[in-house]
């Protein structure tokens, strides 16, 4: 079992930044591939970023590409997500996954842990 639980979240006017965090308890937290989702209302929840355990590696949905950052420390079983140059359309409730990582990495894929969510808000 994976506990995680994010936080930074809140309201930040268009052009601004902010960084999420999501903590993990439980298991090892290098053995997961972490992911970063979020939801508008009334839109079907979308992946955002995702970095494999292994090697580091990230994946980054289009939409958000040279805009957000994601990093993870293992030695503090925590993930991030660094959100830069934020857009209205970026509004919604983040969430972050753990994956257990076996096998060929599909960042998109099925996640089995999740955490509760944070609210993201863009506007002025």
């Known amino acids: 079992q994976v506990h995680l639980v994010e936080s930074g979240g809140g309201l930040v006017q268009p052009g601004g930044s902010l960084r999420l965090s999501c903590t993990a308890s439980g298991r090892t937290f290098s053995m997961f591939n972490m992911g970063w989702f979020r939801q508008a209302p009334g839109k079907e929840r979308e992946s955002v970023a995702a970095i494999r355990s292994s090697t580091g590696s990230t994946y980054y949905a289009d939409s958000v590409k040279g805009r957000f950052t994601i990093s993870r420390d293992n030695a503090k079983n925590t993930v991030f997500l660094q959100m830069n140059s934020l857009k209205p359309e970026d509004t919604a409730v983040y969430y972050c996954?753990?994956?257990?990582?076996?096998?060929?990495?599909?960042?998109?894929?099925?996640?089995?842990?999740w955490g509760q969510g944070t609210q993201v808000t863009v506007s002025s």
């Open positions: 996954a753990a994956q257990a990582a076996t096998g060929t990495w599909i960042p998109t894929g099925r996640y089995g842990y």
